[in-house]
């Protein structure tokens, strides 16, 4: 699991986004996971503003699978996503999802994953090494 780019620079008052990536497994049908990041620092923009809160945007093999869940708490900085396809399985490498950032303080931090869980054809849990992602901005003196 990582992000891409892993370092990020947010512009002043401005947007810019990160993609996560998950890559070499072998026969996944399964995600979930918790990542956090510092709500102060920046926030997620809503992908999808006809569902109620906030969700990042879904891309690669599962954008067409089961999402279950997909969530993101603006006030702890929490983003939780877990969904499992429907039909075949990734073999090599897949994006996940799109976090659109939107700059809200002076300051950086972590998109740091806590807590992935990936699952092969065989319900068994695939090894993987996770890569936290990076974020800095200037911030934003009005902010929307």
Known sequence: MLVEPEKLFVPECSSASNVVWVRNVTQLVGVE???RYDPNIVQVIDADRTQP???VRVEGAFSSGSIIQNEVNTQ????QFAAILLQGQVN???SLFVVDWQAQNRGSTE???ERVILVNAAGQPIDHFDQNGF???PGCSQIP
């Open 33 to 35: 996971l918790t990542a």
């Open 53 to 55: 809160g906030v969700q």
């Open 76 to 79: 702890t900085g929490s983003i």
């Open 92 to 94: 090599g490498e897949t």
């Open 111 to 113: 998109l740091a994953f």
């Open 135 to 137: 974020i800095e901005t």
